[in-house]
Protein backbone atom coordinates (compact mmCIF):
# COMPACT_ATOMS: atom_id res chain seq x y z
CA UNK A 1 0.00 0.00 0.00
CA UNK A 2 1.63 3.05 -1.31
CA UNK A 3 1.89 5.99 2.12
CA UNK A 4 0.01 9.30 1.04
CA UNK A 5 1.01 12.25 3.49
CA UNK A 6 -1.11 15.29 4.63
CA UNK A 7 1.60 18.36 3.66
CA UNK A 8 4.45 18.84 1.32
CA UNK A 9 6.72 21.66 1.05
CA UNK A 10 8.28 21.57 -2.40
CA UNK A 11 10.75 24.15 -4.24
CA UNK A 12 12.88 25.29 -1.55
CA UNK A 13 16.15 24.22 -0.08
CA UNK A 14 16.75 22.41 3.16
CA UNK A 15 19.16 23.58 6.26
CA UNK A 16 18.33 20.44 8.46
CA UNK A 17 19.35 21.97 11.46
CA UNK A 18 22.90 21.43 11.45
CA UNK A 19 24.07 21.72 7.43
CA UNK A 20 22.54 23.29 4.38
CA UNK A 21 21.74 20.27 1.86
CA UNK A 22 20.85 19.61 -2.02
CA UNK A 23 17.58 18.14 -0.41
CA UNK A 24 14.55 20.77 -2.00
CA UNK A 25 11.58 19.28 -0.36
CA UNK A 26 10.04 17.39 3.14
CA UNK A 27 6.87 15.38 3.76
CA UNK A 28 5.12 15.67 6.68
CA UNK A 29 2.28 13.07 7.72
CA UNK A 30 0.39 12.66 11.51
CA UNK A 31 3.18 15.24 12.65
CA UNK A 32 5.96 14.09 11.91
CA UNK A 33 8.41 14.23 9.13
CA UNK A 34 8.20 11.05 6.66
CA UNK A 35 10.40 12.18 3.93
CA UNK A 36 13.03 14.70 2.81
CA UNK A 37 14.36 14.79 -0.74
CA UNK A 38 14.13 16.07 -4.09
CA UNK A 39 10.66 17.10 -5.21
CA UNK A 40 10.10 14.39 -7.50
CA UNK A 41 10.92 12.03 -4.76
CA UNK A 42 8.76 13.90 -1.99
CA UNK A 43 5.73 14.35 -4.63
CA UNK A 44 5.32 10.70 -5.08
CA UNK A 45 3.72 10.39 -1.67
CA UNK A 46 1.26 13.12 -2.66
CA UNK A 47 -2.62 12.04 -2.81
CA UNK A 48 -5.88 13.38 -3.47
CA UNK A 49 -6.02 15.56 0.11
CA UNK A 50 -2.04 16.35 0.16
CA UNK A 51 -1.78 20.09 0.64
CA UNK A 52 1.40 21.30 -1.41
CA UNK A 53 3.12 24.31 -0.29
CA UNK A 54 5.62 25.92 -2.88
CA UNK A 55 8.97 27.56 -1.42
CA UNK A 56 9.84 29.01 -4.34
CA UNK A 57 13.32 29.17 -3.62
CA UNK A 58 13.54 29.55 0.31
CA UNK A 59 15.15 27.90 3.44
CA UNK A 60 12.95 25.09 4.70
CA UNK A 61 14.19 24.97 7.69
CA UNK A 62 13.40 23.70 11.42
CA UNK A 63 11.55 25.93 13.33
CA UNK A 64 13.56 28.36 15.54
CA UNK A 65 13.21 27.93 19.31
CA UNK A 66 14.02 30.82 21.50
CA UNK A 67 16.26 29.72 24.30
CA UNK A 68 15.38 32.65 26.45
CA UNK A 69 12.44 34.29 26.08
CA UNK A 70 9.41 35.82 28.24
CA UNK A 71 6.66 35.01 25.92
CA UNK A 72 3.82 36.29 28.97
CA UNK A 73 5.16 39.09 29.79
CA UNK A 74 5.39 39.92 26.20
CA UNK A 75 1.78 38.55 25.11
CA UNK A 76 0.30 41.09 28.42
CA UNK A 77 2.77 43.71 27.49
CA UNK A 78 1.39 43.71 23.85
CA UNK A 79 -2.27 43.83 24.82
CA UNK A 80 -1.49 46.93 27.61
CA UNK A 81 0.84 49.82 26.53
CA UNK A 82 4.06 48.23 24.05
CA UNK A 83 6.30 51.16 23.72
CA UNK A 84 9.23 49.34 21.69
CA UNK A 85 7.94 50.85 18.51
CA UNK A 86 8.27 53.82 19.38
CA UNK A 87 11.47 55.99 17.63
CA UNK A 88 11.74 58.95 19.16
CA UNK A 89 10.40 60.98 22.26
CA UNK A 90 7.15 62.10 20.75
CA UNK A 91 6.11 58.90 19.65
CA UNK A 92 6.60 56.87 23.32
CA UNK A 93 4.73 59.91 24.99
CA UNK A 94 1.95 59.28 22.11
CA UNK A 95 1.68 55.81 22.87
CA UNK A 96 1.74 56.66 26.08
CA UNK A 97 -1.16 59.11 25.76
CA UNK A 98 -3.06 56.77 24.02
CA UNK A 99 -2.88 53.77 25.99
CA UNK A 100 -3.80 56.01 28.93
CA UNK A 101 -7.42 56.85 26.83
CA UNK A 102 -8.19 53.21 26.03
CA UNK A 103 -8.35 51.70 29.55
CA UNK A 104 -9.88 52.40 32.54
CA UNK A 105 -7.86 50.52 34.49
CA UNK A 106 -6.39 52.21 38.10
CA UNK A 107 -3.22 51.54 37.44
CA UNK A 108 -1.64 52.64 34.00
CA UNK A 109 1.11 50.05 32.72
CA UNK A 110 3.06 48.70 29.55
CA UNK A 111 6.78 48.72 29.06
CA UNK A 112 9.78 49.21 26.11
CA UNK A 113 11.01 52.40 26.15
CA UNK A 114 14.01 53.53 25.27
CA UNK A 115 16.92 54.22 27.37
CA UNK A 116 18.67 55.77 24.28
CA UNK A 117 15.40 57.81 24.16
CA UNK A 118 15.11 58.70 27.50
CA UNK A 119 18.45 58.58 29.30
CA UNK A 120 16.66 60.03 32.85
CA UNK A 121 12.67 60.30 32.57
CA UNK A 122 10.71 61.96 34.66
CA UNK A 123 7.89 61.57 37.03
CA UNK A 124 7.11 65.21 35.47
CA UNK A 125 6.71 63.36 31.83
CA UNK A 126 4.41 61.08 32.34
CA UNK A 127 2.39 63.59 34.96
CA UNK A 128 1.73 65.75 32.10
CA UNK A 129 -0.03 63.01 30.60
CA UNK A 130 -1.72 61.05 33.44
CA UNK A 131 -2.04 63.19 36.49
CA UNK A 132 -4.18 61.16 38.26
CA UNK A 133 -3.58 57.62 38.19
CA UNK A 134 -0.47 55.92 38.80
CA UNK A 135 1.71 54.92 35.77
CA UNK A 136 4.27 52.20 35.71
CA UNK A 137 6.08 51.56 32.88
CA UNK A 138 9.27 49.00 32.47
CA UNK A 139 12.32 49.87 30.17
CA UNK A 140 13.13 47.84 27.39
CA UNK A 141 15.48 45.75 29.47
CA UNK A 142 12.81 45.39 32.09
CA UNK A 143 15.44 46.03 34.69
CA UNK A 144 13.97 49.75 34.96
CA UNK A 145 10.48 51.77 36.09
CA UNK A 146 9.46 54.98 34.91
CA UNK A 147 6.66 56.28 37.30
CA UNK A 148 4.79 59.34 37.76
CA UNK A 149 4.25 61.01 40.87
CA UNK A 150 1.06 58.91 42.07
CA UNK A 151 3.15 55.70 41.79
CA UNK A 152 5.65 56.88 43.93
CA UNK A 153 3.20 57.89 46.57
CA UNK A 154 0.97 54.62 46.54
CA UNK A 155 4.74 52.89 46.58
CA UNK A 156 5.49 55.44 49.35
CA UNK A 157 8.86 56.11 47.67
CA UNK A 158 9.94 60.07 48.93
CA UNK A 159 13.10 61.74 49.98
CA UNK A 160 13.90 59.99 53.25
CA UNK A 161 13.42 56.67 51.50
CA UNK A 162 16.88 54.91 51.79
CA UNK A 163 18.83 53.44 49.12
CA UNK A 164 17.81 49.67 48.40
CA UNK A 165 20.49 47.01 48.25
CA UNK A 166 20.97 46.10 44.47
CA UNK A 167 18.98 49.02 43.37
CA UNK A 168 19.01 52.57 42.85
CA UNK A 169 16.32 55.75 43.17
CA UNK A 170 17.27 58.45 41.30
CA UNK A 171 16.67 61.83 42.67
CA UNK A 172 17.11 65.51 41.43
CA UNK A 173 19.09 68.00 42.87
CA UNK A 174 16.63 68.93 45.96
CA UNK A 175 16.84 65.11 46.81
CA UNK A 176 13.13 64.22 45.68
CA UNK A 177 12.92 60.77 43.46
CA UNK A 178 12.65 61.66 39.69
CA UNK A 179 10.39 58.51 39.08
CA UNK A 180 13.77 56.63 37.68
CA UNK A 181 13.82 53.86 39.42
CA UNK A 182 16.17 51.00 38.85
CA UNK A 183 16.66 46.95 39.62
CA UNK A 184 15.01 46.39 43.12
CA UNK A 185 13.95 50.01 43.91
CA UNK A 186 11.68 49.28 41.25
CA UNK A 187 10.24 46.20 42.87
CA UNK A 188 9.48 48.92 45.49
CA UNK A 189 6.68 50.12 43.22
CA UNK A 190 6.20 46.70 40.95
CA UNK A 191 5.30 45.12 45.00
CA UNK A 192 1.69 47.31 44.86
CA UNK A 193 1.21 47.30 41.08
CA UNK A 194 -1.77 44.94 40.85
CA UNK A 195 -0.77 41.86 38.98
CA UNK A 196 -2.06 40.59 35.92
CA UNK A 197 -5.09 38.23 36.05
CA UNK A 198 -4.68 34.42 35.07
CA UNK A 199 -7.19 35.49 32.59
CA UNK A 200 -5.04 38.12 31.26
CA UNK A 201 -1.59 35.63 31.35
CA UNK A 202 -3.52 33.21 29.19
CA UNK A 203 -4.55 35.82 26.86
CA UNK A 204 -1.31 37.39 26.55
CA UNK A 205 0.36 34.12 26.08
CA UNK A 206 -1.98 33.22 23.00
CA UNK A 207 -0.94 36.91 21.76
CA UNK A 208 2.98 35.88 22.12
CA UNK A 209 1.95 32.46 20.59
CA UNK A 210 0.42 33.67 17.15
CA UNK A 211 3.15 36.53 17.08
CA UNK A 212 5.97 33.80 17.36
CA UNK A 213 4.63 31.92 14.70
CA UNK A 214 5.22 35.05 12.39
CA UNK A 215 8.27 34.92 12.83
CA UNK A 216 8.93 31.01 12.67
CA UNK A 217 9.47 30.50 16.28
CA UNK A 218 7.44 26.93 16.67
CA UNK A 219 8.91 26.90 20.39
CA UNK A 220 10.87 28.05 23.45
CA UNK A 221 11.95 28.53 27.13
CA UNK A 222 10.01 30.82 29.78
CA UNK A 223 12.93 32.06 31.47
CA UNK A 224 10.79 32.91 34.61
CA UNK A 225 8.38 31.11 36.18
CA UNK A 226 7.32 32.56 39.40
CA UNK A 227 6.41 35.98 41.01
CA UNK A 228 8.93 38.67 39.62
CA UNK A 229 9.08 42.25 39.72
CA UNK A 230 5.70 42.44 40.69
CA UNK A 231 4.29 39.99 37.63
CA UNK A 232 2.47 37.28 38.05
CA UNK A 233 3.57 33.74 38.23
CA UNK A 234 3.01 32.82 34.35
CA UNK A 235 2.55 28.99 35.07
CA UNK A 236 -0.58 28.81 35.26
CA UNK A 237 -1.35 30.07 32.13
CA UNK A 238 1.00 27.09 30.45
CA UNK A 239 -0.94 24.94 32.73
CA UNK A 240 -4.27 26.24 31.00
CA UNK A 241 -3.42 26.25 27.83
CA UNK A 242 -1.53 22.62 27.94
CA UNK A 243 -4.66 22.01 29.30
CA UNK A 244 -6.91 23.16 26.54
CA UNK A 245 -4.78 22.14 23.60
CA UNK A 246 -4.45 26.07 22.75
CA UNK A 247 -0.79 25.77 23.16
CA UNK A 248 0.70 23.66 19.88
CA UNK A 249 4.20 24.54 20.65
CA UNK A 250 6.45 23.04 22.60
CA UNK A 251 7.78 25.15 25.72
CA UNK A 252 9.82 24.54 28.77
CA UNK A 253 10.28 26.92 31.39
CA UNK A 254 12.50 28.03 34.56
CA UNK A 255 11.36 28.56 38.11
CA UNK A 256 12.78 31.35 39.13
CA UNK A 257 15.67 31.97 41.90
CA UNK A 258 14.63 35.59 43.49
CA UNK A 259 17.78 37.54 44.61
CA UNK A 260 19.38 37.44 47.95
CA UNK A 261 18.68 34.06 48.74
CA UNK A 262 20.39 32.86 51.35
CA UNK A 263 22.73 29.59 51.96
CA UNK A 264 20.43 28.41 55.14
CA UNK A 265 17.34 28.76 52.37
CA UNK A 266 18.82 26.41 49.58
CA UNK A 267 17.33 23.45 51.24
CA UNK A 268 13.79 23.98 51.13
CA UNK A 269 14.45 26.21 47.55
CA UNK A 270 15.43 22.62 46.31
CA UNK A 271 12.75 20.85 47.83
CA UNK A 272 9.66 23.23 46.77
CA UNK A 273 11.18 23.41 43.29
CA UNK A 274 11.51 19.76 43.13
CA UNK A 275 7.89 19.36 43.87
CA UNK A 276 7.23 21.65 41.27
CA UNK A 277 8.80 19.68 38.56
CA UNK A 278 7.05 16.81 39.27
CA UNK A 279 3.55 18.34 39.68
CA UNK A 280 4.42 20.53 35.99
CA UNK A 281 5.47 17.33 34.34
CA UNK A 282 2.78 15.74 35.34
CA UNK A 283 0.62 18.53 33.26
CA UNK A 284 3.22 17.87 30.36
CA UNK A 285 4.99 20.89 30.99
CA UNK A 286 8.82 20.88 31.42
CA UNK A 287 10.31 22.83 34.11
CA UNK A 288 13.37 21.04 34.92
CA UNK A 289 15.59 24.53 34.74
CA UNK A 290 16.41 27.16 37.40
CA UNK A 291 16.82 30.74 36.63
CA UNK A 292 18.99 32.84 38.70
CA UNK A 293 19.69 36.35 38.04
CA UNK A 294 23.51 36.40 38.93
CA UNK A 295 24.04 40.37 38.54
CA UNK A 296 21.91 43.06 36.08
CA UNK A 297 22.70 45.37 33.65
CA UNK A 298 25.34 47.25 32.02
CA UNK A 299 22.71 50.63 31.61
CA UNK A 300 21.34 50.96 35.19
CA UNK A 301 25.28 50.12 36.66
CA UNK A 302 23.93 46.70 38.15
CA UNK A 303 26.54 44.15 36.20
CA UNK A 304 29.07 42.94 38.05
CA UNK A 305 32.24 44.11 36.85
CA UNK A 306 36.02 42.68 37.56
CA UNK A 307 37.26 46.63 37.02
CA UNK A 308 35.17 50.12 38.16
CA UNK A 309 32.31 51.00 35.82
CA UNK A 310 34.18 54.25 34.04
CA UNK A 311 31.22 56.69 35.43
CA UNK A 312 33.11 55.43 38.68
CA UNK A 313 36.75 55.75 38.70
CA UNK A 314 36.59 57.78 41.51
CA UNK A 315 34.77 55.67 44.08
CA UNK A 316 35.87 52.37 42.28
CA UNK A 317 32.31 50.98 42.13
CA UNK A 318 31.73 48.10 40.00
CA UNK A 319 28.18 46.82 40.48
CA UNK A 320 27.22 44.26 42.74
CA UNK A 321 26.24 40.12 42.41
CA UNK A 322 22.81 39.61 43.84
CA UNK A 323 23.36 37.08 45.67
CA UNK A 324 26.25 36.26 47.71
CA UNK A 325 29.23 34.28 46.76
CA UNK A 326 28.48 31.52 48.88
CA UNK A 327 24.96 31.12 48.36
CA UNK A 328 25.99 31.22 44.85
CA UNK A 329 27.83 27.84 45.48
CA UNK A 330 25.33 26.42 47.70
CA UNK A 331 22.00 26.71 45.02
CA UNK A 332 24.01 25.83 41.91
CA UNK A 333 25.79 22.93 43.95
CA UNK A 334 22.62 21.43 45.35
CA UNK A 335 20.02 22.06 42.01
CA UNK A 336 22.90 20.53 39.79
CA UNK A 337 22.82 17.49 42.13
CA UNK A 338 18.79 17.66 41.93
CA UNK A 339 19.08 17.16 38.59
CA UNK A 340 18.26 20.80 37.62
CA UNK A 341 19.44 23.02 35.10
CA UNK A 342 20.92 26.49 35.72
CA UNK A 343 19.70 29.13 33.58
CA UNK A 344 21.70 32.41 34.82
CA UNK A 345 21.47 36.02 33.68
CA UNK A 346 25.18 37.35 33.74
CA UNK A 347 26.16 40.52 32.20
CA UNK A 348 28.87 41.62 33.95
CA UNK A 349 32.68 39.85 33.86
CA UNK A 350 32.57 39.72 37.49
CA UNK A 351 29.44 37.62 37.14
CA UNK A 352 30.83 35.05 35.00
CA UNK A 353 33.53 34.02 36.79
CA UNK A 354 31.79 33.53 39.81
CA UNK A 355 29.27 31.29 38.11
CA UNK A 356 31.81 29.81 36.25
CA UNK A 357 33.66 28.90 39.63
CA UNK A 358 30.23 27.48 40.81
CA UNK A 359 29.53 25.10 38.53
CA UNK A 360 33.02 23.89 38.23
CA UNK A 361 32.83 23.03 41.84
CA UNK A 362 29.34 21.39 41.43
CA UNK A 363 30.70 19.35 38.80
CA UNK A 364 33.93 18.56 41.16
CA UNK A 365 31.42 17.31 43.62
CA UNK A 366 28.51 15.77 41.51
CA UNK A 367 29.99 14.69 38.82
CA UNK A 368 28.35 15.06 35.09
CA UNK A 369 25.46 16.74 35.44
CA UNK A 370 22.46 18.56 33.63
CA UNK A 371 23.22 20.60 31.07
CA UNK A 372 23.66 24.57 32.25
CA UNK A 373 23.73 27.38 30.07
CA UNK A 374 24.85 31.20 30.78
CA UNK A 375 22.98 33.95 29.23
CA UNK A 376 23.93 37.00 27.68
CA UNK A 377 27.22 37.18 28.16
CA UNK A 378 27.99 40.97 27.35
CA UNK A 379 31.45 40.95 29.53
CA UNK A 380 33.66 37.70 29.48
CA UNK A 381 37.37 37.34 29.87
CA UNK A 382 39.38 35.24 27.55
CA UNK A 383 40.16 32.92 29.59
CA UNK A 384 36.81 32.33 31.06
CA UNK A 385 35.39 32.27 27.14
CA UNK A 386 37.33 29.19 27.39
CA UNK A 387 36.37 27.64 30.20
CA UNK A 388 32.54 27.08 28.79
CA UNK A 389 33.68 23.41 26.67
CA UNK A 390 35.32 21.82 29.00
CA UNK A 391 32.78 22.82 31.89
CA UNK A 392 29.94 21.57 29.74
CA UNK A 393 28.19 24.78 30.07
CA UNK A 394 26.41 26.33 26.83
CA UNK A 395 26.16 30.15 25.23
CA UNK A 396 22.85 31.02 25.63
CA UNK A 397 23.28 34.15 23.29
CA UNK A 398 20.97 37.01 22.64
CA UNK A 399 22.61 37.95 19.58
CA UNK A 400 20.94 41.25 18.79
CA UNK A 401 22.92 42.44 21.86
CA UNK A 402 26.44 42.00 20.14
CA UNK A 403 26.41 45.25 18.07
CA UNK A 404 28.79 48.22 19.63
CA UNK A 405 26.25 50.17 21.98
CA UNK A 406 26.80 53.59 21.92
CA UNK A 407 24.92 53.98 25.30
CA UNK A 408 26.65 51.79 27.21
CA UNK A 409 30.15 52.85 25.78
CA UNK A 410 29.88 55.76 28.35
CA UNK A 411 29.52 53.32 30.93
CA UNK A 412 32.14 50.22 30.83
CA UNK A 413 34.60 51.74 28.06
CA UNK A 414 35.71 51.07 24.67
CA UNK A 415 37.83 48.12 25.13
CA UNK A 416 35.20 46.37 27.49
CA UNK A 417 32.42 47.12 24.89
CA UNK A 418 34.32 45.77 21.75
CA UNK A 419 35.61 42.71 23.89
CA UNK A 420 31.97 41.81 24.51
CA UNK A 421 30.21 38.59 23.50
CA UNK A 422 33.16 36.61 22.56
CA UNK A 423 31.55 34.18 20.39
CA UNK A 424 34.08 32.82 18.51
CA UNK A 425 36.95 32.53 21.56
CA UNK A 426 33.63 30.12 22.92
CA UNK A 427 33.25 28.27 19.95
CA UNK A 428 37.09 27.62 19.58
CA UNK A 429 37.01 26.40 23.36
CA UNK A 430 34.58 23.78 22.57
CA UNK A 431 31.21 25.45 23.73
CA UNK A 432 27.58 24.33 22.33
CA UNK A 433 25.73 27.62 21.33
CA UNK A 434 22.50 28.24 21.83
CA UNK A 435 20.23 31.39 20.51
CA UNK A 436 17.29 33.47 22.34
CA UNK A 437 16.07 36.75 21.87
CA UNK A 438 14.68 37.88 25.72
CA UNK A 439 11.48 39.04 24.39
CA UNK A 440 10.24 41.36 25.34
CA UNK A 441 13.76 43.10 26.43
CA UNK A 442 14.66 43.05 22.84
CA UNK A 443 13.11 41.99 19.59
CA UNK A 444 12.12 38.63 19.10
CA UNK A 445 12.68 37.99 15.45
CA UNK A 446 15.75 35.35 14.51
CA UNK A 447 16.71 36.78 11.38
CA UNK A 448 17.91 39.74 13.06
CA UNK A 449 19.72 38.59 15.62
CA UNK A 450 21.44 36.09 13.26
CA UNK A 451 22.17 39.07 11.39
CA UNK A 452 23.93 40.63 14.12
CA UNK A 453 26.04 37.56 15.22
CA UNK A 454 27.16 37.02 11.87
CA UNK A 455 28.17 40.72 10.95
CA UNK A 456 28.68 41.68 14.35
CA UNK A 457 27.10 45.32 13.46
CA UNK A 458 23.35 46.00 13.62
CA UNK A 459 20.47 45.80 10.59
CA UNK A 460 20.89 49.59 8.52
CA UNK A 461 17.46 50.91 6.87
CA UNK A 462 17.56 49.94 3.08
CA UNK A 463 20.01 51.82 0.91
CA UNK A 464 22.05 52.68 3.98
CA UNK A 465 25.47 51.26 3.97
CA UNK A 466 28.08 50.32 6.86
CA UNK A 467 30.07 53.74 7.23
CA UNK A 468 33.79 53.15 6.88
CA UNK A 469 36.35 53.28 9.93
CA UNK A 470 38.51 55.73 10.66
CA UNK A 471 42.11 55.17 9.56
CA UNK A 472 43.71 52.32 11.61
CA UNK A 473 40.58 51.36 13.86
CA UNK A 474 39.27 47.93 14.92
CA UNK A 475 36.42 46.48 13.42
CA UNK A 476 33.55 46.47 16.21
CA UNK A 477 34.66 42.89 17.63
CA UNK A 478 37.48 41.57 20.15
CA UNK A 479 40.58 41.47 17.71
CA UNK A 480 41.95 40.56 14.81
CA UNK A 481 40.77 36.78 14.90
CA UNK A 482 36.88 38.31 15.13
CA UNK A 483 34.08 37.20 17.23
CA UNK A 484 31.85 36.56 14.60
CA UNK A 485 29.97 33.52 13.54
CA UNK A 486 29.54 31.58 10.26
CA UNK A 487 25.83 31.96 9.03
CA UNK A 488 25.93 27.67 9.63
CA UNK A 489 26.96 28.53 13.53
CA UNK A 490 24.48 31.19 13.76
CA UNK A 491 21.16 29.44 12.18
CA UNK A 492 21.95 25.87 13.82
CA UNK A 493 22.40 27.64 17.12
CA UNK A 494 18.87 29.30 16.87
CA UNK A 495 17.12 25.84 15.80
CA UNK A 496 18.74 22.42 17.06
CA UNK A 497 21.13 24.15 19.23
CA UNK A 498 18.14 25.89 21.13
CA UNK A 499 16.12 22.75 20.91
CA UNK A 500 18.46 20.24 22.54
CA UNK A 501 19.40 22.82 25.40
CA UNK A 502 15.31 23.79 25.74
CA UNK A 503 13.22 21.35 24.67
CA UNK A 504 15.17 18.18 25.11
CA UNK A 505 14.98 16.82 21.62
CA UNK A 506 17.36 17.45 18.30
CA UNK A 507 15.07 20.10 16.20
CA UNK A 508 16.39 18.63 12.59
CA UNK A 509 14.59 17.68 9.44
CA UNK A 510 15.17 14.32 9.02
CA UNK A 511 12.44 12.03 8.61
CA UNK A 512 10.72 10.87 12.38
CA UNK A 513 10.98 14.54 13.44
CA UNK A 514 8.18 16.14 14.98
CA UNK A 515 7.11 18.39 12.14
CA UNK A 516 7.88 21.95 13.51
CA UNK A 517 9.53 23.73 10.95
CA UNK A 518 9.57 27.09 8.68
CA UNK A 519 9.65 28.14 5.39
CA UNK A 520 11.81 31.37 4.72
CA UNK A 521 11.21 34.37 2.24
CA UNK A 522 15.16 33.37 0.80
CA UNK A 523 18.03 31.17 0.90
CA UNK A 524 20.04 32.87 2.98
CA UNK A 525 22.94 30.95 2.15
CA UNK A 526 22.71 32.74 -1.02
CA UNK A 527 22.58 36.13 0.21
CA UNK A 528 25.18 38.82 0.92
CA UNK A 529 25.48 38.10 4.73
CA UNK A 530 24.85 42.07 4.92
CA UNK A 531 21.44 41.48 3.73
CA UNK A 532 20.54 38.55 6.36
CA UNK A 533 18.29 40.98 8.09
CA UNK A 534 15.96 41.37 5.40
CA UNK A 535 15.04 37.48 5.47
CA UNK A 536 11.23 36.86 6.38
CA UNK A 537 9.45 33.75 7.80
CA UNK A 538 6.68 32.92 4.66
CA UNK A 539 5.11 29.57 6.56
CA UNK A 540 5.41 28.24 9.77
CA UNK A 541 4.61 24.65 10.33
CA UNK A 542 3.68 22.92 14.22
CA UNK A 543 3.12 19.61 14.72
CA UNK A 544 2.47 19.09 11.13
CA UNK A 545 -0.55 22.03 10.57
CA UNK A 546 0.41 25.02 9.07
CA UNK A 547 -0.24 27.64 11.68
CA UNK A 548 0.91 31.18 10.02
CA UNK A 549 1.41 32.03 6.11
CA UNK A 550 2.53 35.14 4.92
Not at 60 to 82: K, N, T
Not at 244 to 257: H, N
Not at 305 to 333: K, N, Q, S, W
Not at 490 to 518: H, P
Request: proline share 7%; aromatic share 6%; with cysteine.
Amino acid sequence: MTQTTELVIVNGRVFDGKVRTDHTAVAISDGRIVRVGSDDLVLALRGAGTRVVDAAGGAIHPGFVDAHAHAVFAGVERLSIDLTPAASVDETLDLIRAGAARTSAEWITGGGWSHELFPAPTRQQLDAIVPDRPVALSDAGHHTLWVNSRALELAGIDRLTPQPHNGHIHVDEHGDPTGYLNETAAELVGRVVPPSTDDEMYAGLLNAQDYLWSIGVTGWHEAILGEYNGKADGTPAYLRAIADGTLPSEASGALWVAPGLRVDEVPALVERFVDLRERNAAAGFATSTAKAMIDGVPHGETAALLEPYCTHADDGFAGELHFEEDAIRAFVGALDAAGFALHLHIMGDRGIRVALDAIEQARATNGHGPRHHIAHLSMVQPDDARRFGPLGVTANIQGLWAAPDPYVVSMIGEERMLGGYPFRTMVDGGAELAMGSDWPVSPADPWLAIHVVVNRWAPLPPGVEVPPLPAGAMPPTLDAEHQSLSLQQAFAAYTSGSSSLVLGRAGRIRVGERADLAVATADPFDLPVGELASVQTAVTVVGGGVVFER
